[in-house]
Nanobody, 127 residues
């Protein structure tokens, strides 16, 4: 079982930056292990934003955030980060940290493979 604790988020004006952090309680080195960020707005499905392979740092992004968001990790702390720059009002959402661990994982860009979730943190971008 992997437990995820998020921090960061808040309110910012358009064009501003925020950084999210997610600490995982346990890292299973024997299984394919990804950490990622998803977001959800009312009435819409949760969408994958960014994912990272904890072993080598290979990262993947949704088209809507490429060039603006950067996912990174600190293996010593078992933590992933999401640096969000040039934020837009459309980025307003609840952001969820997620992890993918287990034999079913095909890769960190397969958003359906993420099977552990944080509680979410609100990000609000005003125009």
């Amino acid at each position: 079982q992997v437990q995820l604790v998020e921090s960061g988020g808040g309110s910012v004006q358009a064009g501003g930056s925020l950084r999210l952090s997610c600490a995982a309680s346990r890292y299973t080195s024997n299984n394919y292990y990804c950490m990622g960020w998803f977001r959800q707005t009312p009435g819409k499905a949760r969408e994958g934003v960014a994912g990272i392979y904890m072993v080598d740092g290979a990262s993947y992004y949704a088209d809507s955030v490429k060039g603006r968001f950067t996912i990174s990790r600190d293996n010593a702390k078992n933590t992933a980060y999401l640096q969000m720059n040039a934020l837009k009002p459309d980025d307003t959402a609840i952001y969820y940290c997620a992890a993918a661990s287990g034999a079913h994982v095909r890769g960190c860009r397969f958003w359906d493979d993420y099977n552990y979730w944080g509680h979410g943190t609100q990000v609000t971008v005003s125009s």
